[in-house]
């Protein structure tokens, strides 16, 4: 006999985001941000229901979500970090409301018919799609700095920025990962490199950290573009768009871009070599094909071989934070 738990987990895995999504939408959280509440006083504010309001609120308690004391509710210091809309630089509740109301339904239909959301023939068309206004951009790009958070840390200690002065972030949406680095390392200066519609984006975040005077934004497309020339080129979260074909030609370039002895730094939810165990990278690969045909997450070891075959050497692969991974290569000396 088997234990039905492992599916009994994912069954109530979903009412537990569910739940979760609730207290995002009802703003629950940002209610929490103003000081700890008694249930009637939640529910007054919120306008719920009395019947369900308590055990709504204590699930969310065992969660991990909210504290109680005594009578009074106050959000755990996880939820006041990741999930108060008055922090933008670190909230996730819009995350939380893109990636799981009611986008994976369409997966059931993706599987079939491989065709991705309206109607995306590629990544181009995805970011048009996005892209259609200032601030569709801007939701996108606060999406992209809370997803990244946890890596762009993990990447100001653990890589050695000592041996570089200047980076450019391609694809780098907000400029998290720029503005991290750079916030840790004061010798450095950075490029972050995006289509047009990223730039008011980036220049209001970078001034907000204080490091706009060590920023510059570059405009331009990847494909079309030579990419800005620095000792460091990091694609976080960009291959995993497009197919393995431009994946090799962006990091071909990189490697035109870079002097000899720079490095190239690719940061991803990279799936394990043996594809058994991060279900989120699996996951996130199923989101890709939702969103761009020829999107994918992919291992470790299929991102050195592009790399391999773009001219790098010294590659070495090495966890982050979470489900993310780096791959970073060396351009050696001709
Ligand atoms: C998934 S986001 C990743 C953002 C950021 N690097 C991170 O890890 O949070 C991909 C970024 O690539 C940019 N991008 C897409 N197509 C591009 C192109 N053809 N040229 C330059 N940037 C592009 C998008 O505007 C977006 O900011």
């Known amino acids: ?35 700890p509440l008694t249930v009637p006083e939640v529910r007054d504010r919120l306008g719920l229901h009395p019947r369900p309001v308590t055990d709504f609120l204590d699930a969310l308690v065992a969660l991990g979500l909210l504290r109680r004391h005594h009578d009074r509710y106050e959000n755990a210091p996880e939820a006041a970090e990741y999930l108060d809309p008055g922090r933008p630089e670190t909230y996730l509740g819009d995350s939380f ?16 018919t ?39 840390r993990a990447i100001a200690e653990k890589f050695p920025w000592h041996e570089h002065r200047s980076l450019v972030d391609v694809g780098c949406a907000e400029g998290a990962l720029a503005g991290r680095v750079l916030l840790r390392h004061p010798h450095l200066n950075a490029v972050g490199f995006d289509l047009p519609a990223a730039r008011a984006g980036f220049e209001s975040y970078t001034s907000q950290l204080g490091v706009a005077d060590r920023t510059r934004f570059a405009a331009g497309d990847f494909f079309e573009d030579e990419l800005p020339a620095a000792d460091v080129l990091v694609f976080g979260h960009i291959l995993h768009n ?26 991803e939810t990279l799936i394990d ?21 020829g999107g994918s997450d992919y291992t470790g070891a299929e991102c050195e071989r592009w790399l391999r075959l773009a001219g790098f050497d010294k590659i070495h692969v090495e966890h982050l934070d979470g489900p993310e991974s780096m791959v970073v290569g060396v351009k050696s000396a001709a």
């Open 273 to 293: 070599d043996e594809r058994r165990r991060n279900a989120v990278g699996m996951i996130l690969s199923l989101i890709m094909h939702v969103e761009v045909p």
């Open 97 to 112: 409301i893109t990636q799981c109301a009611g986008m994976g339904d369409d997966l059931t239909s993706v599987l079939r």
């Open 242 to 267: 497009w197919s393995e074909p431009r994946r090799i030609e962006l990091l071909r370039k990189a490697h035109a871009a870079l002097p000899p002895g720079g490095r190239v730094l690719v940061y």
């Open 1 to 35: 006999m088997t234990s039905p738990q492992p599916l009994t987990d994912l069954m109530w895995a979903h009412w537990k985001t569910r739940t979760l999504l609730a207290a995002i939408e009802l703003g629950l959280f940002a209610e929490l941000v103003k000081g």
């Open 114 to 152: 491989g065709e991705a959301l309206r109607g995306a023939r590629d990544g181009r068309d995805f970011y048009a799609a996005v892209y259609h206004d200032e601030a569709s951009v801007r939701a996108f790009q606060r999406d992209m700095t809370a997803l990244s958070m946890g890596s762009a």
